[in-house]
């Protein structure tokens, strides 16, 4: 288990490192002058000096990669102070460190994205395994049809019209807002639960229709036929057979929505207007403000690897090939 | 062709069924004697009436993207222009510059109602928008296909070392957070052809989105054709190609391929509706397509900004989304269904 952990992390950061210098040699070695990039439409040729000079961009590229590289492991000295260890340089536009923007806005997106898995996994396995108990029934119906519809929808879609019923026009909620979980619970829960439950009602969806094509399969496999004609429980076989055969596919899928699910919360974050990563990112890109947007972006692979390896344990959890070879 | 199913001389049995065969899709099957599975498929496909509706209206919207120029100089309007400040509309925007008349302004005049504050055409914007994301995702799967195709046959037929690396190569794509990548490098891919000083024109937008876009878009496709092709490469037909002294690319093409269309097909029609989802986010977050091209993503930014005082505007916009992915979702399942049987829904 240990060994398996580790063989993980060390693959971990060997892809950090690689999607480190892609994205910096494809920022960087564009034929663009970064100091004028920084300094915008109109500036003098002073301020890009002193900005080439602050920001390093003098020197040569692999030296400049180099100082980066080193400074996400043991930090960096800028005109502005020190940038401690985990050190992502500078924002060309705010010149505020971009480690400490990104721990600023950090919060937010992980609330979403860690809440709305919950949520989904909740509501989108278990209509889904409902869906497949009462297989052919009015139920299955509405369920698969519901979900088919719901899984077309669009956060930036459902997220007004919910916010129009429930806020608008009801007013029993408040427009939503973020408040840190440790400033008060009951508040960071409440103003969190809209965007919740839009970003999870569409992965909800996804994952109802997806459980239940996995447990109808899983019903079809000759040990499942075997242990019903053996005359076990129909409760049992579905629990202990079936649904333990059908976890494993759905891990893998889980695993791969990672990403897709960050994506989620970062549109879920513009929907609500919410100041998360990914309008950090797009208050990066529309300033042109490299370091920033890189920095999100290194910051995004980093907590879709460590998800991962989460998820790659629960795998190993629940299925013994995996754990033992 | 030559699938295992059937051997390459069996031709008089076309003329059993001629009007099957005239009807049989021209793409996968040319020269197509006896029942293909592409003729099969095509007839369950006839039968499955879900998946006959859902094409329909995927057609119809490709149809109406195509035909916007044409639909909208009969409507009479176009997305530029203000309509508000034309002498011929005065009372258009009330006071506080929101569309007069219920339901966002829609009439005769104009269908699905009036832009707040410009006073735009909503009927001609989503038009044009939906032409705008249309052309662009079918361009980005186009392009994320082939890359997939290509690069999931070499991987999968030479194995080995080429195989290894090719899939390391996919594994490190695939830990890119994928809108985060588009939102960062949008401006970097800009910047590599004009310089930002300059006002970025429409072509070339479009052209770093389909480049972003294309360059996370092939990892699950390579995948796919990788795992199909290595269980095909080991058949006996195959086996019987290489000893006949057939050529690894005439494999490749004439044996493996035919084999392994059905996948990629319905690989493909999932991925144009999420393609055209990525382009909308894009827009929506406000990097991607800008003023004045029409774009349905934007659409949505522009209601989320107004919805409270005018929610009628983004109506039109989300059903049409909705019902365009719902239609291809639908689509993808049917094309499935019809291709594999075996697989119930």
């Keep these: 288990m240990l060994q398996f952990l580790i063989r993980r992390l060390s693959g971990a950061v060997v892809i950090m490192f690689l999607i480190g210098a892609f994205t910096f040699f494809l920022f960087y070695s564009i034929p663009q002058d970064f100091a004028q990039l920084a300094c915008g439409k109109n500036c003098s040729p002073e301020n890009i000096a002193v900005i080439r000079e602050n920001l390093g961009l003098d020197k040569p590229i692999t030296t400049q990669f180099w100082e980066f590289m080193m400074g996400i492991v043991s930090g960096r000295d800028f005109p502005q102070g020190h940038c401690a260890a985990p050190c992502l340089g500078v924002s060309f536009d705010s010149g505020d460190f971009v480690w400490d923007s990104i721990m600023d806005r950090f919060p937010l997106t992980l609330s979403l994205t860690v809440g709305g898995l919950v949520i989904f996994l909740l509501f989108g396995l278990g209509t889904g395994l409902l869906a497949a108990w009462k297989r052919g029934t009015a139920v299955d119906k509405i369920v698969s049809g519901a979900s088919m519809v719901l899984s077309s929808f669009q956060i930036y879609f459902l997220g007004p019209i919910v916010l129009g019923l429930l806020v608008y026009q009801t007013g029993w909620f408040e427009n939503p807002k973020y408040v840190p979980f440790t400033d008060n619970p009951g508040s960071w829960f409440v103003g969190m639960l809209i965007p919740w439950a839009v970003m999870a009602t569409i992965f909800t969806a996804q994952y109802t229709r997806m459980a239940r094509s996995t447990m109808i399969e899983q019903l079809q496999e000759e040990h499942v036929r075997t242990a019903r004609a053996k005359g076990m429980r129909q409760r049992y076989v579905f629990f202990r057979y079936a649904w333990r055969g059908s976890l494993i596919p759905i891990v893998t899928i889980i695993g791969m929505d990672l990403s897709a699910l960050l994506s989620g919360a970062v549109v879920t974050e513009f929907t609500f207007d919410l100041a998360g990563i990914g309008r950090l990112a797009v208050e990066g890109s529309l300033t042109k403000d490299l370091p920033l947007t890189m920095g999100v972006m290194l910051f995004g692979a980093f907590f879709i690897l460590i998800l991962n390896i989460v998820v790659d344990l629960a795998y190993a959890y629940i299925d013994p090939r995996v754990r033992l070879a | ?345």
């Design chain 2, 1 to 345: 062709m030559t699938s295992p199913t059937k051997a390459e001389g069996s031709g008089p049995s076309a003329a059993l069924e001629p009007e099957l065969a005239s009807k049989a899709e021209p793409a996968e099957v040319e020269k197509l004697e006896g029942r293909s599975p592409g003729q099969l498929m095509w007839h369950r496909f006839k039968r499955d009436r879900t998946g006959m509706i859902s094409a329909a209206v995927v057609i119809f919207f490709f149809a109406v993207a195509a035909l916007a120029p044409v639909i909208s100089s009969l409507y009479g309007k176009n997305p530029y222009t203000l309509y508000a400040q034309e002498p011929e509309y005065p009372f258009l925007l009330d006071d506080f510059a929101m569309p007069t008349g219920s339901l966002g302004g829609m009439s005769g005049d104009f269908w699905f109602g009036v832009e707040p504050k410009l006073g735009r055409d909503v009927f001609t914007m989503l038009l044009y928008g939906m032409r705008t994301s249309l052309y662009m995702a079918v361009l980005v799967t186009l392009f994320s296909v082939l890359t997939g195709v290509v690069l999931g046959m070499i991987s999968g037929y030479f194995g080995g070392k080429v195989d290894y690396w090719l899939g390391r190569v996919t594994d490190f794509f695939l830990a890119f957070p994928q809108q985060l990548f588009f939102i960062a490098f949008m401006p970097v891919v800009t910047a590599m052809f004009v310089s930002p000083k300059d006002e970025t024109p429409t072509y070339l937008r479009a052209v770093a989105i389909i480049l972003v876009m294309w360059f996370l878009g092939w990892m699950g496709m390579a995948r796919l054709v990788r795992s199909s092709v290595l269980s095909l490469r080991e058949r006996e037909f195959v086996e019987a190609a290489k000893v006949s002294g057939a050529s690894p690319a005439r494999i490749v093409r004439k044996e493996i391929l035919p084999n392994i269309v059905t996948p990629i097909l319905v690989q493909g029609t999932y991925m144009l509706p999420s393609s055209i989802l990525s382009i909308a986010f894009l827009s929506y977050v406000g990097v991607g397509f800008t003023e004045p091209t029409p774009d349905w993503g934007r659409m949505f930014a522009i209601g989320a900004g107004i919805y409270e005082q005018d929610p009628a505007f983004m109506f039109f916009p989300g059903i049409a989304l909705v019902i365009f992915v719902l239609a291809f979702n639908l689509l993808g399942d049917s094309v499935r269904d019809a291709f594999d049987p075996k697989t119930g829904r």
